[in-house]
Nanobody, 120 residues
Framework: VQLQASGGGLVQPGGSLRLSCAASGLRFSLYTVGWFRQAPGKERELVAAIRYRTRTKYYIDSVKGRFTISRDNANSTVSLQMNNLKPEDTAAYYC??????????????WGQGTLVTVSS
């Protein structure tokens, strides 16, 4: 199984980025997928997730209204559209997949991180 994340970069406060994650080696449509982030000196946190049965979306409070998670089962991809970015969004972002139908914090498969830096 491979999860390949891309789309990170340097952006000014208020700007936007779109992260993408391409999955292979798994039946993507049967996996809950999520985006985590970890800032230096902080614990990893689940930012957003989308369940595979109902496609119910989950967001942490700090990104609600700014971030949107979406999935494309036909192409085995999950994306995270991030708008109105703030310096506190700076972190390494990871995509992850799990066969359980719940957001959770423990995921079976992980991609490599993509760095998002929000700074003027």
């Amino acid at each position: 199984v491979q999860l390949q994340a891309s789309g990170g970069g340097l952006v000014q406060p208020g700007g936007s980025l779109r992260l993408s994650c391409a999955a292979s080696g798994l039946r993507f449509s049967l996996y809950t997928v999520g985006w985590f982030r970890q800032a230096p000196g902080k614990e990893r946190e689940l930012v957003a997730a989308i369940r595979y049965r109902t496609r119910t979306k989950y967001y942490i409070d700090s990104v609600k209204g700014r971030f949107t998670i979406s999935r494309d089962n036909a192409n085995s991809t999950v994306s995270l559209q991030m708008n109105n970015l703030k310096p506190e969004d700076t972190a390494a972002y990871y995509c992850a997949a799990d066969p359980r139908d719940r957001p959770g914090s423990e995921y079976e498969f992980w991609g490599q991180g993509t760095l998002v830096t929000v700074s003027s």
